[in-house]
């Protein structure tokens, strides 16, 4: 999934850099953003799977989950979600995506991280204490992704997430 993701982001940088330069909003990039991994799903031959900004799956939004032993309200909207829509399954989620200029507060990236975090802890991990949808709904993604962009350099880093952690992606061969 990191080496997709790659591929879609390279495209859009490739494509778009004007669009991030000009200091476009977040949403604008995101949704030129899942275009791209729209066309690397099919490339890879993934069928049945779409790209969606601001997905609101079931309409479960804000859910008490437990991270690190604590009990948090963390709202389950990313920025864009590569998955099957409305469905139950393994495998149905695959990445999470949430995107930031390099300007905004550190508050809001954390939450950004914790969100990726609950969002990728495996089917089950997640326990709702509170709210709509159920845990199939939120969680189980494989990847999940932040993005910070600087439109002002422009350059741009990532942060991947897996089973509920952080994780450091595997550099290619020199």
């Not at 999934?1 to 977040?26: C, G, P, Q, Y």
Request: hydrophobic share 40%; proline share 3%; charged share 30%.
């Amino acid at each position: 999934m990191i080496k997709l993701f790659e591929r879609a982001l390279a495209t859009f940088w490739a494509n778009d850099l004007e669009l991030v330069t000009s200091n476009a909003s977040e949403r604008s990039w995101c949704a030129r953003l899942a275009c791209y991994l729209e066309q690397e799903v099919t490339l890879a031959k993934l069928e049945g799977y779409n790209a969606d900004t601001e997905y609101n799956r079931m309409n479960a939004t804000d859910v008490k989950v437990i991270l690190d032993g604590n009990a948090k309200s963390i709202t389950i909207v990313a920025d864009i979600v590569l998955h099957r829509r409305r469905k139950n399954q393994p495998n149905d989620n695959l990445i999470a995506i949430e995107m930031k200029k390099a300007v905004a507060k550190e508050d809001l990236k954390l939450a950004d991280w914790e969100r990726l975090r609950a969002m990728t802890k495996p089917l089950g991990e997640v326990h709702i204490l509170a709210g709509e949808g159920t845990v199939e709904s939120v969680s189980g993604y494989q990847l999940g992704v932040y993005l910070e962009i600087d439109p002002k350099i422009p350059s741009y880093k990532f942060k991947c997430f897996s089973g509920g952690d952080e994780i450091v992606p595997a550099k290619p061969d020199a």
